[in-house]
């Protein structure tokens, strides 16, 4: 049976991982590329199953993740991949292996590594030692060209619906299916539609009912500004910029709407006061309504 029988809807990669199992021909490093949530790292575990027999606490595995910092003013830094931990890596690539002929390196979403991080892990792909390395990337022109260079590419894709189903019901969100336009937003990743379901489900009954229709009046432009900061996370509010960008497209039409939304995610991003970014996306909304 092949170690890939639960990866579903990338045929390609499985077929070029199989194959340089099938020869005995494994890149000492690769990069699985594609959209997020499609399974890039259920493939990683599944080759690393293969490879080393078991990925739960092997001492021959390295599974590296970015990380947050909170700064001393309580804001909570983008995830990344730091030169320590790739320090990390380095050391771990530099033993011999306990109970493999070679350790096996997985960083995810790396996409992440900053600057310094990226040039030393570039050092470490030019002399990986006794060990694989693999990148899991969403957005691999995030990379420095020379670090994709030294990697072999495995291409990963969206999955069709069908595809999508099977993969919502194993994982048991079947239901979701009754939700069309989280799926439509996760255009074909399994992993994107279950976050969004998540995010949906975390929302106050009462709430999608206000911003199902624009605004129209100031008092209540203000009033849903008001509600949204006082009952919504950070990380809930830059979700529901990408929720209604696609929503009010589909139903609108209009371009304004999207980069006004737009432009209201980045002022969050930039830690601009939630309750006046919403109030004046909503006041700015309000004067577009004829």
């Avoid at 995830?79 to 033993?95: D, H, K, N, S």
């Avoid at 990226?118 to 002399?127: C, G, I, N, S, V």
Wanted: aromatic share 8%; net charge negative; glycine share 4%.
């Amino acid at each position: 049976m092949s170690f890939f029988t639960p990866v579903r809807g990338q045929t390609l990669a499985v077929m070029l991982l199989e194959r340089a199992l099938a020869q005995n021909r494994l890149a000492p490093a690769y990069l699985f590329q594609g959209p997020a949530g499609v399974g890039k790292a259920l493939t990683a575990r599944c080759l690393a199953q293969g490879l080393l027999g078991k990925t739960n606490d092997h001492p021959d595995l390295l599974w590296v993740a970015p990380v947050q910092k909170t700064q001393d003013t309580g804001r909570v830094t983008p995830a990344q991949i730091r030169l320590e931990q790739v320090r990390e890596i380095t050391q771990f690539v530099g033993r011999t292996p306990w109970q493999s002929d070679r350790s096996l390196v997985v960083i995810e979403a790396a996409q992440c590594l900053n600057e310094p991080a990226q040039d030393a892990l570039l050092k470490t792909l030019e002399e990986p030692g006794h060990s694989r390395i693999i990148l899991l990337a969403d957005r691999p022109d995030e990379l420095l060209n020379t670090i994709r260079s030294r990697c072999q590419t495995i291409p990963f894709s969206n999955l069709d619906s069908d595809q999508m189903r099977t993969v919502l019901i194993e994982q048991d969100y079947g239901e979701i299916e009754q939700n069309p336009e989280l799926l439509a937003l996760a255009c074909g990743s399994p992993g994107a539609a279950i976050a969004h379901w998540r995010q949906w489900q975390q929302l106050p009954p009462e709430l999608p009912a206000l911003f199902n229709a624009l605004p129209h009046s100031l008092a209540q432009a203000l009033e849903l500004a008001r509600r949204l900061t006082q009952t919504l996370e950070p990380a809930a509010q830059l979700w529901l910029t990408d929720y209604l960008q696609w929503c009010y497209w589909e139903r609108y039409q209009r371009r304004e709407l999207v980069q006004i939304l737009e432009q209201t995610r980045q002022a969050l991003l930039n830690y601009v006061q939630p309750q006046l970014v919403w109030e004046v996306t909503w006041m700015r909304i309000y004067h577009l309504n004829p």
